[in-house]
């Protein structure tokens, strides 16, 4: 039986005949059991009736003349039945046949006592000289308490048995040829489930083999078509969770190199001033004083990439705690402003503050949104010169929104969406002048979103760059009124 259960398509076949035969043999083992049954009831009470006439053809006489002789000839012809007469005694008196055989013969005497009683007798007759036997019926003979004997009818029971092999042989054929056209129809119905279901286990070893590209394509049953497409959304969640782990494997990779790149760079720069130093290369004291200068300028690089990365590390991890309080942006944005003043003005640059008057208030980290407002505001400085930055803040439905607008360099089309990303630094030439750890961004996108907020970046190459920050509002604040400050490279002015 092992061939059967290896295949499915085998199974269904041979369950769906197996029903189908015991079903078909059932029911034509039914059909020819209670068609006997039904023929010889049904024989048996046309015999009765028929003796019941024959009876009242010759009751009125006692005994057997000839004229009765050829009566019961005429009625033999006309019921195509068998008729014979006996006496009182059991005794054979007349045939409905020209055939002296039964002549002369009894009838069994259980069967002549209960016609005397005047029953009927229905029976299965065995008798001597009948070449076959024969279904009988047995009524008395005469009127009333004039019982002069009895009649017998009797119709051969081969005949019967003959329709009922007619019968079972009808069945036989017909469970054949059901039994052909089920095999056909159930052939396809188990092709069309077993089919579908070899391509699913195909495309699931496809898939388990980490071909997550590979899809499977069924039409019907639904049941199967629901089943397919379960697999196939699996194997695009396997192949996007793929797609995503090499994209992470990357970027992950990209760390390692720019980190190594970044810590590497600033210590070889102190590696090499020490040992000149120690070496005694450098014996003037202004000498000296610039490269501790530079020393300590590499080292404060170091210590922010290093600060840099544990806060990102952090954010990423979720493992940060916000202390939020009610925060009024104004007073953020005007002591973020004046935090660069200085260097604004070394670079010529106007650094202008915009705040409409009675914004509502935030609730927020403090520290963290100067942390974010500093990194925007020290990227804007740095890029612009000969121009222009600006702090605005307005509500805007249930946000705050924070803009960082300047004049500067602007970013490259292609760079936008990678601005975002650790390490990155889309001014590849003043990079170097400019030094930073290309964290600030990423650190300031965790920070926002951290906040229940959202940031966006508009740039164009040459004009300069908007980052805009939506903070949520406290509830309890609503109306705004317009005022503003501005911030310049000589002085800090409130109106």
Known sequence: MKWINKSLFRRLLVSYLAIILIGLGLVGFSI??????????GTQEELLRKSKKVNLAIQNSAGIDEKTIELLAFLDQSYDTRIWIFDRDGKIMATSMKDEVFIGKSVSAPIVDKVLQGKDVLTELQFEGLKEPMLSVVIPWGKKE????????????VRMNETFNYIRETIVWATLFG??????????????ISRPLRRIERTAAEIGQGNYTQRV??????????LAE?????????????????REQKVLNDFLVNISHELRTPLTAVQGFLEALQDGLVEEEDMKQKYFEIMYQETMHLNRLVEDLMDLIKLECRNI?????????????EKVASTFIQEAEMKQTTLEVKADQGLPRIIADKDRVIQILKNLVKNAVKFTDHGSVRLMAAKEQDYLKIQVADTGMGIAKDDL??????????DRVRSKTNKGTGLGLSIVKELVELHGGKISLSSELGK????????PIMEEDKEPIFSHSILGPKKFINS
Do not use: C
Request: proline share 3%; aromatic share 14%.
């Open 464 to 471: 300069g760059t908007i980052f805009t920050i939506w903070l």
């Open 217 to 226: 394509k069924v039409e019907h049953p639904s049941e199967i078509v629901d």
């Open 417 to 426: 969406e990678r601005v975002w990303e650790r390490f990155f630094k889309g």
């Open 146 to 157: 004039n019982i002069y004997g009895g009649i017998v009818l009797h119709a051969p029971v």
């Open 321 to 333: 705690s916000l202390f939020k309080t009610p925060v009024d942006i104004e007073k953020l944005l």
């Open 230 to 246: 379960t697999l196939n959304s699996l194997a695009e969640k396997l192949e996007t969770v793929e797609s995503s782990q090499k």
């Open 32 to 41: 020819s059991w209670f068609m006997k049954d039904y023929m010889y009831e």
């Open 179 to 192: 039994v052909i056209l089920s095999t056909v129809m159930v052939s396809y119905i188990s092709w069309s």
